[in-house]
């Protein structure tokens, strides 16, 4: 793969063409709103078992997050999934329970994965009116790969505490996988993460390095926190194709004509991107795996938690993050209200990668395993994964999740 100067140039021709390619038809696969939304999505109630993490309040288990993620059943009695009266999917933080006195509290939220996989050639719309925010409180919707990070990950929305500009990265475990600095004027969004020409969107789990991967910031305005919930929200988009991967944000009162609208949206009308990684930079091919999509809020953790980061919008509210986590009162904010998540396909598919029973053994080149493998676009026999919240920690090596964690 081509990198530095020669591969910047070349990406300005890829860039431009994004726009002007002839428009793709495409045909919806997932419609997940109402009542609808949560047949879906599996509940990942396994995530602190399986790391093997003491309680979330500890000393060693809080840089996973200040949280228990629960089951379906227990998220439904405790009233933090819902459909709402106006048929808006609800999804939040526990905000009544007082944890005072409790060193090992951990707050009950909720962290969903697809029941079916996104294959390449995708386009991804999720329009919401609000999305989590609040001092300690660590939303993100993404797609990701069943090995970490060799399928690779898409972050399309994620920020912590009282930010108020989304933020949009890649991860992933290919070598020379780079969105250069010449695709900005293909954006409208900031590269964030650059060193010279590049910003690298290699992880190195070996050493840690780069886990945050290669960042891009929304430059519109309220696009995260309490200005994206007071213009009644707005709309997100993920292109993954053989192009490459486009994201973009719309607010409320500017998003295109055929959102919403049609069943064959075409992007090539939206305008410039938000983030924009030409193939050119980074193969969507062959760095990416059929992806999971993941909805989830943390509190705290490796990212919200973080001193240097918890300062930058929270220093006057509390000394420390996990301070923030015993008071109920501190996450009336901490919830998704959706209107719809939808995924349209344009027919491409991504043969190199194969998914699993629990019982079995993932893939990313497609040799024979001892669960079910299937390479289609749904994955009846799930697998749990975990990225995110892992993204940010120092790991030994590639981790696979498939109901229990192992390490390779």
């Known amino acids: 793969m081509p990198s530095g100067k020669t591969m910047g140039l070349g990406l300005v021709v890829l860039a431009s063409s994004f726009v002007s390619t002839k428009a793709t038809t495409y045909s919806l696969s997932q419609d997940l709103s109402g009542s609808k939304f949560f047949d879906g999505f599996k509940f990942n109630e396994i995530f602190w078992q399986k790391m093997g993490a003491k309680d979330p309040g500890s000393s060693s288990g809080n840089f996973l997050g200040n949280v228990h993620f629960l089951s379906q059943s227990a998220a439904q009695a405790a009233n933090l999934t819902y459909v709402d009266s106006n048929g808006r999917v609800i999804i939040k933080v526990d905000n009544t329970t007082n944890g005072a006195g409790d060193s090992t509290f951990g707050r009950n939220s909720v962290y969903l994965e697809s029941s079916e996989l996104m294959n390449i050639g995708s386009l991804m719309i999720f329009d919401a009116n609000h999305i989590p925010f609040g001092c ?10 069943q090995v970490w990070p060799q399928q690779g990950e898409i972050d399309l929305i994620e920020q912590v505490n009282l930010a108020t500009d989304n933020r949009y990265s890649l991860h992933v475990g290919v070598d020379n996988c780079n969105q250069p600095t010449s695709v900005a004027s293909n954006q409208t969004g900031t590269i964030s993460t650059a060193s010279g020409d590049l910003s ?21 305005s309220n696009s995260f926190g309490s200005g994206f919930a007071s213009q009644g929200g707005g709309v997100y988009a993920m292109l993954w194709d053989t192009d490459g991967i486009a994201m973009w944000y719309f607010a409320r009162g500017s998003v295109p004509s055929d959102i919403g609208t049609s069943n064959s949206p075409d992007p090539t009308t939206w305008g410039e991107a938000s983030a924009w990684y030409p193939a050119s930079g980074c193969n969507p091919s062959t760095a990416f795996g ?19 980061v918890f300062a930058q919008t929270c220093s006057s509210v509390a000394p420390n993050c996990s301070s923030m986590v015993t008071d109920p009162s501190n996450y009336a904010n901490a919830y998704w209200e959706i209107n719809y998540l939808r995924v349209f396909s344009n027919g491409q598919s991504n043969s190199s990668s194969s998914s699993t029973s629990a019982s079995g053994t993932s893939s990313s080149s497609g040799s024979s395993s001892t669960g079910t493998s299937t390479s289609g676009s749904s994955n009846s026999a799930f697998t749990f994964a975990v990225t995110g919240i892992w993204e940010y920690l120092l790991v030994p090596a590639s981790v696979t999740f498939l109901g229990v964690l192992s390490m390779i």
């Open 200 to 220: 690298n969107c290699t992880v190195t789990p070996t050493t840690g390095q780069n886990t945050v991967g290669c960042v891009t910031t929304e430059t519109k």
């Open 290 to 308: 059929p992806q999971i999509i993941t909805l989830y809020i943390d509190l705290c953790g490796a990212f919200a938690g973080q001193d240097s």
């Open 136 to 145: 300690s409180v660590w939303p993100s919707l993404f797609t990701q790969g």
